[in-house]
């Protein structure tokens, strides 16, 4: 029998394993069966780095120029051509056009969630929120939707002793664990790593207490919790604590978070601003185990005289980051195991404000995929010749996530229920965007 190509379900798998049918089948190939039959294939993706650029990035001064449009529309920059022939992007992107050949432009995304808050969480989550102010506040916690990154958590688990979900330099608005409750959670740095004195302060040992004083303390706290089996939030507690003692007695953790131990040379290269250093620490924490890095890049709300802080501060950073971190995977042979998105939750608009800046604008954006199973240098999508609606390959939210998921050999069919017993599948609808591969 060829096990490469006969499909195999889950209940099969064991079956066989159990039964000793076929010789030579070990618990990793059996393990390797059980998750390829969950989707059907092989995962090409072993891990995700998820650039958030937070607000809205202004996609048609970037990636997706309309030159011949009329001035208040296409704005004041000039496209410019990549290492592809025929793929222009946005002048001030040069050091991602010399690169175009590692990523893919996909041009169609589209949803139409116009909302900071509301069009975040549809984004990370996959479902429209029922927010009545803006807020969770009519939403039960063991209600709310999980985040993309708490879903990788709980299909994929931790690797090497790693977290399987990590923010970076903060929360993510809309990346928390929902009804999958705390264990779930995102392991968030809360310190900027470009500022010289960078510590991962959970990472730290209380030092006015001995090495016995703390093991007593955790016997005494582990009898406690056998003994009351903690719920509610003293559960969740209980489950940060873990988490944390898990990491502080890792020294691949510890050593994963030092930056100090890269080149500056390299450290230059990502650029020495939150973006760039946050990648270079998101590159750190893949090669050690993590799988799932959300890496929140904000101040793309731009409505007012948007084009001095884009072409001086936001695009360069993204620019240089992203390529930096996208070479550097490449040359370490991890871009094919290691997928990186890069995108906001929405667009700008396609004319300019009487403002000088762009506003809101969903119904069309630009995002970059690069490795971990996607084909490169390419163009998928297209919009039309303002860049308001997409006229080829639209791709939704779900599109997006299912696809995300699919890399990573998730089911994204697999359904969970809430606490209250209400089915939620991991994606509602949508499709795998094969153009991709």
């Known amino acids: ?37 969950s989707t059907g294939n092989e995962p090409r993706a072993r891990s995700c780095i998820f650039i958030f650029q937070e607000g809205g990035p202004s996609t048609i001064d970037m990636w997706d120029m309309k030159p011949d449009a009329p001035v208040e529309i296409r704005g004041p920059y000039r496209p410019i051509q990549t290492n592809v022939p025929g793929i222009m992007v946005g002048e001030h992107l040069a050091r991602s056009a010399r690169l175009a050949d590692k990523y893919t432009i996909l041009r169609s995304h589209s949803h139409n969630d116009n909302g900071h808050t509301t069009g975040y969480h549809y984004l990370m989550t996959g479902y429209r929120p029922n927010f009545a102010d803006g807020t969770n506040s009519r939403i039960p916690v063991n209600e709310l939707y999980p985040s993309v990154g708490s879903i990788v958590s709980r299909e994929l688990g931790p690797r090497n002793n790693m977290p399987p979900y990590i923010n970076v330099p903060h929360p993510m608005v809309a990346g928390g664990p929902g009804f999958y409750g705390a264990e779930h959670a995102p392991f968030v740095i809360e310190s900027d790593p470009v500022q010289p004195d960078f510590e991962v302060r959970d990472l730290l040992p209380d030092e006015r207490m001995s090495r016995p004083r703390q093991a007593r303390r955790q016997r005494a706290l582990a009898e406690l919790e056998s003994s009351l089996e903690p719920t509610g939030q003293a559960a969740t507690m209980s489950t940060y604590y873990r988490m944390a003692r898990d990491l502080i007695a890792s020294p691949a953790a510890r050593r994963a978070f030092d930056l100090r131990s890269e080149s500056e040379a390299l450290r230059a290269a990502y650029g020495h601003t939150t973006v760039g250093q946050c990648s270079l ?55 094919d195991t290691t997928l990186v998105v890069m995108m906001g939750e929405m667009g700008r608009t396609p004319r300019v404000n009487a403002q000088a800046g762009r506003d809101h604008w969903s119904q069309a954006q630009s995002v970059l995929l690069a490795g971990g199973g996607i084909r490169p240098g390419r163009v998928i999508g297209a919009t039309d010749r303002t860049a308001s609606f997409p006229t080829s390959d639209p791709v939704s939210i779900a599109d997006l996530l299912r696809t995300i998921f699919h890399l990573m050999g998730i089911d994204s069919d697999r359904t969970y229920h809430t606490p209250l017993g209400r089915p939620v599948p991991i994606v509602s609808g949508g499709r795998v965007v094969r153009e991709l591969f």
């Open 1 to 37: 029998m060829n096990l490469k190509s006969h499909q195999y379900n889950r209940r099969h798998a064991l079956r066989i394993g159990a039964s000793g049918l076929l010789a030579g089948l070990t618990l990793p190939r059996l393990l390797e069966m059980q998750a390829t039959a």
């Open 281 to 335: 620490l998101a590159r750190r924490l893949v090669e050690a185990g993590c799988r799932f890095i959300g890496v929140d890049h904000a101040g793309w709300d731009t409505h007012f005289n948007c084009f001095p802080s884009l072409e001086r501060d936001l695009i360069p950073q993204a620019d240089q980051a992203f390529s930096a971190l996208v070479t550097d995977l490449h040359d370490r042979g991890m871009l």
